[in-house]
């Protein structure tokens, strides 16, 4: 009886997170979908006061992280950052659609370990409609490969800031910035390339093909961004370089990267001030997701209700002995069902509550299953919601069909790949 409350409690979260029902004036979105089943737990007595306390001990630190790499990444879109890399990728692409396809894709990987992937959806998916339009305007079908190439290119976080997730549980599991990226970047390499070799083979017809006709590329890309690099430009890109060169030098002297992002964030703001970009306040409410902060909070208290409620107990009896595969494949399959936010936290305690005292290995492998499996189902994450409103917002229809059928095909060789290469080197 108990794990079915708790169950229901997180099925209750999750289908208001995604549906977001409005009730009157009120929209139901992530945080009060997190506060709805917080409150279903509590009146079963499934959370208590000291689960409380226990999250916010184990949060506090990755939330100011998460909240400082949303101010620098959208202080870097109204600084003109991203507009510049665009009219960059445009030039160098001069009107092919092979090469523009394959500057998209590196450019969105980048941005999305630069940045974050929601941020890399949020800015990317409107910017490269807008290229791909102006540059082909009598070719429509090519829409679909480059909105793809944005949505799959982020893959596996290759530094620990690249997925809000990962910092909170590169937390839990003692891995700090270099020792993430030793063991991640590689992988993510590995997952990359193969997602990208998928994708250019999915789509080799529309990419391949001699369209009606292609804008002046030179003329595309500066509507983007002008000859020389205007002084906001210029220090927006130095300060993220800065923020992304402090990390390793910062934890290698023993301090962390919260401290780093805050500092940035600060930075940022002061910046975006100093140019008249946007108001610091502004870029407060609107460039911090409030929102899926609760709602992480949220999902990780209730992550603890399932296992006070013995819900956890057969995730743990699934992965004794822990297996590299096991983990990473379940992991993967779960975030598509139940969101990748919903199943990494109950990871962390499942994967907490197996034998011995050092799980990296098997805290790595559900991270690169949570990174790759939202691919498999638009709900999967924040990430593919956030990509499928954009679409709509810019009138490209993308069905679930097709989501689901792309996403079965680059998802499972990269998700082999990089399961492979993280056995290979741990």
């Known amino acids: 009886m108990g794990e079915a409350s708790a169950l229901s409690a997180l099925g ?47 949060l506090w630190r990755p939330m100011i992280a998460i909240a400082s790499i949303m101010v620098i990444a959208a202080a870097a879109g109204h600084l003109g950052v991203v507009n510049r890399l665009a009219g960059a990728v445009i030039r160098l692409g001069d009107g092919s659609a092979r090469t523009l396809f394959l500057l998209v894709f590196c450019l969105s990987a980048c941005t999305a370990a630069i940045l974050n992937n929601d941020s890399a959806i949020l800015v990317l998916t409107p910017l490269v409609i807008t290229i791909v339009r102006a540059l082909y305007p009598e070719n429509p079908a090519l829409l679909t490969p480059f909105v793809f190439a944005v ?44 997602s990208f070799l998928t994708l250019r083979w999915i789509f080799s017809a529309e990419l391949d093909r001699r369209g009606p006709g292609v804008a002046d590329p030179k003329a595309v890309a500066a509507r983007f961004s002008g000859s020389g690099w205007a002084p906001a430009e210029k220090h927006g890109l130095i300060l993220a370089l800065s923020v992304l060169g402090a990390y390793p030098v910062i934890e290698y002297l023993g301090g962390s990267v919260w401290i780093v992002a805050l500092c940035g964030a600060i930075a940022a703001c002061m910046l975006c001030a100093y140019h008249e970009a946007v108001r610091p306040g502004h870029l407060l409410r609107t460039g911090v997701a409030w929102q899926i902060l609760i709602f992480l909070f949220g999902v990780y208290l209730i992550a603890l209700g399932l296992r006070n409620a013995g ?12 297996g590299i595969a096991t983990i990473g494949v379940v992991s993967a399959m779960g975030s598509a069902l139940i969101n ?76 082999a790949a990089g399961l492979l290469m993280l056995g290979a080197i741990s």
Do not use: C, K
Request: overall charge negative; hydrophobic content about 60%.
């Open 12 to 58: 209750v979260t999750i289908i208001l997170a995604l549906s977001r029902p409005a009730l009157g004036f009120l929209v139901v979105g992530p945080a009060l979908a997190a506060i709805a089943g917080i409150t279903l737990m509590t009146a079963a007595g499934h959370v208590a006061i000291v689960d409380i306390f226990e999250a916010i001990g184990v």
């Open 151 to 194: 949505f799959m290119a982020a893959g596996i976080a290759p530094i620990v800031t690249s997925n809000p997730i990962n910092l909170i549980v590169s937390d839990v599991a003692e891995l700090d910035f270099n020792a993430y990226a030793m063991r991640m970047v590689p992988v993510a390499l590995a997952s990359a390339v193969i």
């Open 311 to 322: 819900a956890v107990d057969w995730l743990v009896d699934l992965y004794n002995p822990p």
């Open 340 to 415: 990748n936010h919903s199943m990494a936290l109950t990871n962390i305690v499942a994967i907490g509550a197996l034998p011995g005292e050092q799980h990296t290995t098997e805290y790595l492998a559900a991270l690169v299953g949570g990174d790759l499996g939202p691919r498999l189902l638009p709900i999967g994450s924040l990430a593919g919601l956030l990509w499928y409103a954009a679409l709509e917002r810019s009138g490209v229809h993308v069905p679930v069909r097709q989501f689901i059928r792309i996403g079965m095909i680059v998802t499972v060789p990269s998700l």
